[in-house]
């Protein structure tokens, strides 16, 4: 087995749909929702109430405090829609998550850090065992509702290269998402 994908084992018997490819000439592997979820617009809430008390609209600015930041920033923050999905792939390989391009112009869904880095050893990592979720960000006006099997990302199987002379890191991972942060 080279590289693939398969349904995360809690995810089973819920009717999850490996990703394809769409057309003969695509790249990507459509990857869609493990279940029904709602990305909450970012427009609503303390985000703007932080902003209007900022600029009042050029008659008085106002200090926030670190409770109103941390509020504002609260509805800034991506959400991680699952898929049900994990890659295995050779160890010089990555999967490389996308959006759809479909994702900004009708949805108004978007990868907020552009795009997502699956690495080979997340596959049945012990955190999750390895199961991909897309972590998007709603700058649309409305709440959006993504169906279940609704495609919300493409994946993309790469090869890497390491520099010469490098010395390879001897860590191990132990989680899932975001586990190698310090």
């Known amino acids: 087995m080279k590289r693939g994908f398969e349904v995360v084992s809690h995810k089973k018997d819920q ?16 990857f869609e929702a493990s279940e029904d979820f709602t990305l909450p617009s970012i427009w609503k809430g303390n985000f703007i109430k932080a902003l209007m008390k900022i600029w009042d609209f050029g008659f008085s600015k106002k200090e926030l405090s670190d409770e109103d930041f941390q509020s504002a920033d609260a509805n800034l923050k991506p959400y991680l829609v699952p898929t049900g999905i994990k890659a295995y792939m050779q160890s ?28 080979a050893d997340y596959y049945n990592n012990e955190g999750n065992e390895g199961e991909i ?33 490098e010395v390879a890191p001897q860590a191990q991972r132990k989680g899932g998402f975001g586990s190698t942060k310090k």
């Open 92 to 119: 010089d390989e990555y999967l490389l998550l996308a959006n759809r391009s479909s994702g900004p112009l009708k949805r108004r869904l978007i990868l907020p850090n552009g795009i997502g880095i699956v690495d």
């Open 15 to 30: 009717g999850i749909n490996l990703p394809k490819r769409q057309t003969a000439q695509a790249a990507g592997y459509d």
């Open 133 to 165: 979720f897309f972590q998007l960000i709603n700058f649309g006006l409305r709440d959006y509702h993504i169906k279940k099997g609704e495609r919300i990302g493409q994946g993309i199987f790469m090869p890497f290269l390491t520099a010469d002379e």
